[in-house]
């Protein structure tokens, strides 16, 4: 079911794009890029941390067991400087003698962010940072370990999104690595999935095979079922964004909340009806207006080629105003050759839709599959970090994709054909 949230990241790229525009210089296009890093999501839960940015001052406590201070920012690197030193962090400690210590890195590449999930079924955010200083504490067993921070985050239903952040525990068993535990209302998930979907997240041998059979089947025969495809992507399209936007005006805080009412409960299961009736009426649509569903299609890879094409041409000018510009212009471009090159954009965008389909549906079983959101941040950041899954996974997804772009397109060719035999 995380193929739904890659339709969502792609239609909420046209969200970002103002964000991106009011960026000029660097100092400013880091803030965004660490802002952009605190949308957090697994399975069908969409979580917005954006909020817990401490703007003026740091969060801090003090550790009772080794006497230091510690502080630590969201979303954001710490306001308070490591002594004299000025490379950011996100997490620094400060002991006795005010000797600083930075706990985390200085990019995003030092941060790894994850939904995981407690014994009794609670869910919470972590994010872990690496890369700080090298590790001085007597007893460290590895001469060569550096400091990290590990931040839980818990959802807090029944809180205030105004207030403070509450601090539950600061585990410092390894001085090298702190553990703090927290709690808030921006923890909670801004959309979630319900029970019943959760059933087949934790299934994958059935919905991995969807996916897989899906997968291939678009990917050779997109441009043949084309408007089914497009219907369904638009059912699905119109309807999560449709419970997107009811979840970030609080109607589903129902679903969450402890002190749910029968009032609350049915206007929540009202808006899923809703979310319902609008994805199928967007799904109708398209399937009716075949150029428009091409259109979009096109505006989408066009983003992420014009995005491309700004960190091959001209990252090293590091203009933000300039990034904006080339994925807007190439979404335009895109869009508008949709009209022109109806069929190659079909070819191209079913052969895009359903190697990530099958690639999806392979790593339902293997896992590890990077967030594609902390991926395109780093990707605009110029400093992507990669596992061994990362490249077989996507390895996979280019060969399919070519080989059904390839096959499709030849299918076209010999359709092509027998049409003027027949003529």
Known sequence: MRILNFLLLTSSLTVLSPILAKRGAKQASDSELLKLSCLVYDDLSFYDLRGLESEQSDYSFISSNSKHNYYFNLCAFTNKACGEDTTQAFGIRVDQNNQCTKLTGNNLQSLNTSVEEYSDGERYVQLKFAGGDKCKEAGATNPEAKYSMTLKLECKADGKKEAPLNIKTVEVTDKCAPIITASHKNACPVFSSTTFTRFFVDRPYILGPIAIIFGILVSFQGRKFFPWTIGVIGCFIGGGITLLLFSMSSILDSIQSSQATDQSTFFAILTFIVAGIIGIFVGFILQKMLHIGAAILGAIGGFFIGVAAYNIIFFSLKSEILLT?????????????SFRQYDNIV???????????????ISLFIGNFPNEILFFTQLIEGNVSATWETYFYL?????????????????????????????
């Open 325 to 337: 510009s080339c994925s807007i212009l190439g979404s335009l471009i895109m869009a508008f050759l």
């Open 347 to 361: 070819i191209f965008g079913t052969g895009f839709i359903g190697s990530y389909s099958f690639t999806r549906g």
């Open 395 to 423: 390895a996979i997804f280019v060969i399919l994709f070519i080989l059904g772009v390839v096959y499709q397109r030849r299918i076209r060719v010999q359709d092509a054909q027998n049409n003027y035999i027949k003529f």
